[in-house]
């Protein structure tokens, strides 16, 4: 089985140095290098494409959310995946992370379980939220006023089956779950699935849904907006 290469961009070393240890128990899991400020962390993942880049926030010369953006937007595939790790719970750092293209948002204060679960998913394709991240997502789109006209012009280069796929996967449905639903094979939902990050520009599941709400597709207390008044 190949291993899960892991980068850790942390301005302290005994930070990097319990996860360097903590993480290396797991055999799937492989710890190729450490970086103490963003700028490290941005060369290190040029040099190094690691498939995860475990991210903290408030760090010297270069910030987590900045070398985040710098890591997603810049590097080209196999484009390293980036999983914050962070003792800050203020909304704004969460908001601007995933915005900048991060697949996934733990506090420090995470068991090392749900770490070793979290970089599992993000290596997967899948994102992580901590669950403190995930309430205020939801309460950050339900305290938006509902969108009064819904166009989200991307959805004109979907095929229908994407399209069906696209509404499964806002609504929370797994992959497992979508193909028994369409009746199709878990590696045709994969592969529809990928199109569609590559035709949104988005990198995981949270950016689909996050697209979906500031398109007026999805609302909060209601859910998937009506397709029939979707502009395609």
């Not at 205020?136 to 009064?148: D, H």
């Not at 609504?171 to 878990?186: F, K, Q, S, T």
């Amino acid at each position: 089985m190949r291993r899960i290469t892991v980068a850790l961009v942390d301005d302290q070393p005994i930070v990097r140095s319990g996860l360097r240890v903590t993480l290396a128990q797991d055999p799937q899991i492989e710890i190729v290098g450490e970086a103490q400020h963003g700028v490290e962390g941005v060369q290190m993942a040029r040099l190094l494409r690691p498939d995860v880049v475990l991210m903290d926030i408030d760090m010297p010369r270069m910030g987590g959310v900045e070398a985040t953006r710098q890591i997603c937007n810049e590097l080209q595939n196999p484009r390293p995946r980036v999983l914050i790790l962070t003792v800050y719970q203020q909304d704004e750092y969460l908001f601007e992370a995933l915005r900048a293209g991060a697949s996934g948002f733990l506090l420090k204060t995470a068991p090392t379980e749900k770490v070793v679960e979290a970089i599992r998913a993000v290596a997967e394709g899948s994102a992580m939220l901590a669950p403190e991240a995930t309430a205020k997502l939801i309460t950050e789109f339900a305290s938006r006023p509902a969108a009064s006209g819904i166009n989200a012009p991307e959805l004109v280069t979907f095929t229908d089956r994407e399209l069906d796929v696209f509404k499964l996967l806002v609504c929370g449905y797994r992959n497992d779950e979508i193909a028994r639903r369409l009746v199709v094979g878990d590696s045709t939902v994969k592969s529809h699935i990928q199109h569609i990050y590559l035709k949104l520009g988005v990198r995981d599941r949270v950016q689909v849904v996050i697209y979906a709400y500031e398109h007026g597709l999805i609302q909060a207390g209601v859910g998937l907006v009506s397709a029939d008044r979707w502009k395609r």
